[in-house]
């Protein structure tokens, strides 16, 4: 099982690499992802109403509504800040330091606030997952792009604790489902007409990116699942600066690229 779950969390980091450079290519990241989420959610209701009746129609409790409202809400200020990052800044920079935020912010509350104890290999991998994101985004210069990425790695952190409990409330597709419909309904106050030919693939790649992690998280631990989902920076940092001409500083983003998913696996592998 263990196996299963380290695969998908690292396809799901693919899904997610591919739907945020549509996002961060799209003229309104934010109203692009406001219509993109209801059709993803859309294209895969028949799917889950499928499995809910071949499942023996499992109940919906309201403790796994209320855990995915909360998810949604929390998802809906990532998407706000994630999209003010991609419209101020390069996704060869925000990228690394929105997804590397969210594994030292759990290492941090792991020592502050529940009292647990670090090892060397563990400290070295905060280390090295710190100087990524500074290589990736350094605080000179950056400004508001910089500090919307490290809110929408705090809200990373915050959304993928929560799943963490709801997908353990019942099948963790039907959570996913629950969730995804929230989502949808938070955002559809920015919703905008848009071209299905922009929004179907990308609301497509981030049902399933989020459906594959859900997956995962129901088959392993948050520790071991969320580092995974790392992977996805090196994939996004070298296609921002091949093939959206990133290149200002490229050595050091591709450099913080490699050390964000290095010290990720240094703490999935503690």
Same mark, same amino acid.
């Given at each position: 099982?263990?196996g %299963? &779950?380290i !695969?998908l #969390?690292?396809?799901?980091?693919? /899904?997610?690499?591919?739907?945020?450079?549509r996002?961060? #290519?799209?003229?309104?990241?934010?109203?692009t992802?406001? =219509?993109?989420?209801?059709?993803?959610?859309?294209?895969?209701?028949?799917?889950?109403?499928v $499995?809910? $009746? $071949?499942?023996?129609?499992? #109940?919906l409790?309201?403790?796994s509504?209320a855990?995915a409202?909360?998810?949604?809400?929390?998802?809906?200020a990532y /998407?706000?800040?994630?999209?003010? &990052?991609?419209?101020?800044?390069?996704?060869?920079?925000?990228?690394?330091?929105a997804?590397?935020?969210?594994?030292?912010? &759990?290492?941090?509350?792991?020592? /502050?606030?529940?009292?647990?104890r670090?090892?060397?290999?563990?400290?070295a991998?905060?280390?090295v997952?710190?100087a990524?994101?500074w290589?990736a985004g350094?605080? =000179? +210069?950056?400004?508001?792009?910089l500090?919307?990425a490290?809110?929408?790695?705090?809200?990373?952190?915050?959304?993928?604790?929560?799943?963490?409990v709801?997908?353990?409330?019942g099948?963790w597709?039907?959570?996913?489902?629950?969730v995804l419909?929230?989502?949808s309904?938070?955002?559809?106050?920015?919703?905008?007409?848009?071209? %299905?030919?922009d929004?179907v693939?990308?609301? $497509?790649?981030?049902?399933v990116?989020?459906?594959m992690v859900?997956a995962?998280?129901?088959? &392993?631990?948050? #520790?071991l699942?969320?580092?995974?989902?790392?992977t996805? =920076?090196?994939l996004?940092?070298l296609? +921002?600066?091949?093939?959206?001409?990133?290149?200002?500083?490229a050595p %050091?983003k591709?450099g913080?690229?490699? !050390?964000?998913?290095?010290g990720?696996a240094?703490?999935?592998?503690?």
């Open positions: 099982m263990i %299963l &779950a !695969a #969390a690292c396809s799901s980091a693919v /899904f997610h690499a591919v739907w945020n450079l996002l961060k #290519a799209a003229e309104d990241p934010l109203r992802a406001a =219509v993109a989420v209801p059709v993803g959610a859309a294209l895969v209701t028949p799917l889950a109403g $499995l809910w $009746l $071949l499942s023996g129609r499992p #109940a409790s309201l403790e509504w855990i409202v909360l998810s949604g809400g929390v998802e809906l /998407f706000h800040t994630l999209s003010e &990052a991609y419209r101020r800044g390069e996704v060869s920079s925000v990228y690394p330091v997804r590397g935020t969210a594994p030292v912010l &759990a290492a941090a509350i792991g020592l /502050f606030v529940l009292d647990e670090m090892v060397a290999l563990q400290a991998g905060v280390a997952l710190i990524g994101i290589m350094p605080p =000179v +210069g950056r400004g508001p792009a500090v919307h490290l809110l929408t790695g705090a809200l990373i952190a915050t959304y993928q604790s929560i799943d963490a709801g997908v353990y409330l099948p597709w039907l959570y996913a489902w629950e419909v929230c989502r309904l938070w955002l559809l106050p920015w919703a905008r007409r848009g071209s %299905l030919r929004v693939p990308t609301g $497509l790649s981030t049902t990116a989020y459906s859900l995962a998280l129901s088959l &392993a631990p948050l #520790a699942v969320a580092p995974l989902r790392e996805g =920076v090196v996004v940092g296609w +921002g600066v091949l093939r959206m001409g990133e290149r200002r500083g %050091l591709l913080g690229a490699v !050390a964000v998913l290095a990720a240094i703490l999935a592998v503690h």
